[in-house]
């Protein structure tokens, strides 16, 4: 009877020692489940702050302010005598300047646009386009045509942006409707 009983008490330990586990397990979710909580509200509160201020008049430079003198109906504007610059990194800058100045004398292309008035698979067609494009808008010339095969195409203009080409797209598209903005490399002259 002895070992029935010492395994009874055991189970019931070890019965008793997993509910102490779950209860252990369940208070230690609790208490981290309210500290987040109450993180949170904190971080959520609204936060008094002072207006920030700071006073900058001590570095701006100083200014003499250009009066006008009116004189027989005619502005006449008094002389300002130039301010040297107390901050300046103009020798760091001109430094940076003449590094890209050199790299870009480097560069032969450059990233821009064109104007796509017709691409297509017909020569006659591509010359008639360039032709059409002449006699329309007189003041844009087309560039030569281009066989990209199987492919004709007739290009109107180099643009380094496409703000500069909007102008000329919009006059385009009343000839040909099917004109698109395309990017392609321009060569520097």
């Known amino acids: 009877m002895r070992k029935t009983e010492t395994r009874s008490q055991k189970l019931e330990v070890r019965i008793e020692n997993s509910r102490h586990i779950i209860s252990i397990t369940r208070n230690s979710d609790f208490y981290i489940l309210t500290s987040i909580f109450f993180l949170l509200l904190t971080s959520c509160q ?7 201020y700071e006073d900058l008049s001590s570095l701006r430079p100083k200014v003499k302010s250009t009066q006008l003198k009116i004189k027989d109906s005619i502005a006449v504007k008094q002389h300002v005598e130039p301010i040297d610059p107390k901050y300046t990194v103009n020798t760091k800058v001109d430094a940076i300047l003449d590094s890209i100045d050199r790299f870009n004398l480097t560069r032969r292309f450059v990233d ?54 909007q102008k000329d797209l919009l006059r385009l598209k009343r000839v040909f409707s099917s004109a698109i903005l395309v990017p392609e490399r321009i060569m520097i002259k």
């Open 46 to 52: 609204a936060q008094k702050s002072t207006p920030y």
């Open 112 to 165: 821009g646009f064109t104007i796509q008035i017709y691409s297509g698979q017909k020569r006659e067609d591509a010359m008639r386009a360039t032709t059409k494009m002449s006699e329309s808008i007189t003041d844009l010339k087309a560039n030569p045509i281009q066989y990209l095969q199987p492919k004709f195409r007739v290009t109107v203009g180099k643009y380094f942006t496409k703000l500069e080409a």
